[in-house]
T-cell receptor
Framework: EADIYQTPRYLVIGTGKKITLECSQT?????MYWYQQDPGMELHLIHY???????EKGDLSSESTVSRIRTEHFPLTLESARPSHTSQYLC????????????????FGEGSRLTVL | QQQVKQSPQSLIVQKGGISIINCAYE??????FPWYQQFPGKGPALLIA?????SEKKEGRFTISFNKSAKQFSLHIMDSQPGDSATYFC?????????????FGRGTQLTVWP
């Protein structure tokens, strides 16, 4: 299994603030993903990474940005949060060991629920 | 465009009953179909998965039925328990692609009454 750690679990902030959601994994996986989840909707892929210094945008347009300076960390940043950014953000990495990742199965962190007032 | 369509959106079942959730897909490149279970305040957790060369997979009370020609698959929960109350997501993946990402259905909120 992969251990995916996300912080903070809950965050309530005012409009215009800069926030960073942290995600880390302990398996040394190259691939990591950020999904956005709203009630009654499917999980939307917003960012992914193939490895260090590799980041790509997913299907759902997002004003957030990500970075991948170290294999184990994949933080997501919003430079100026707005109420439309209120959502749950889920970080994930594949099952399997590093180099033999099964991307058909993802392990998710517990999520960061963001509320922008 | 939604890659995986899931129904129903919500489901209420009595304890001991059978819960059935259905999913459909169009992309024939999909070669892996996992189901996820999500409790409130938690991230989705892998429940059970199937490959298209198998028509059925059973793990305990959970069974996936797969119909490759119809491009449909379903989750059956036998002897449903209140502890099964959660949101269930079906998903599909093309593991041969470079990214190998998952496409999710919109989820089914299952409530099992005692």
């Amino acid at each position: 299994e992969a251990d995916i750690y996300q912080t903070p679990r809950y965050l309530v902030i005012g409009t215009g603030k800069k926030i960073t959601l942290e995600c880390s994994q302990t398996m040394g996986h190259d691939k990591m993903y950020w999904y956005q989840q709203d009630p009654g909707m499917e999980l939307h892929l917003i960012h992914y990474s193939y490895g260090v210094n590799s980041t790509e945008k997913g299907d759902l347009s997002s004003e957030s940005t990500v970075s991948r300076i170290r294999t184990e960390h994949f933080p997501l940043t919003l430079e100026s949060a707005r109420p439309s950014h209120t959502s749950q953000y889920l970080c994930a990495s594949p099952a399997g060991t590093s180099g033999r990742e099964n991307t058909g199965e993802l392990f998710f962190g517990e999520g960061s629920r963001l509320t922008v007032l | 465009q939604q890659q995986v369509k899931q129904s129903p959106q919500s489901l209420i079942v009595q304890k001991g009953g059978i819960s059935i959730i259905n999913c459909a897909y169009e992309n024939t490149a999909f070669d892996y179909f996992p189901w996820y279970q999500q409790f409130p305040g938690k991230g989705p957790a892998l429940l059970i998965a199937i490959r298209p060369d198998v028509s059925e997979k059973k793990e305990g009370r959970f069974t996936i039925s797969f119909n490759k020609s119809a491009k449909q698959f379903s989750l059956h929960i036998m002897d449903s328990q209140p502890g099964d109350s959660a949101t269930y997501f079906c998903a599909a993946s093309d593991r041969g692609s470079t990214l190998g990402r998952l496409y999710f259905g919109r989820g089914t909120q299952l409530t099992v009454w005692p």
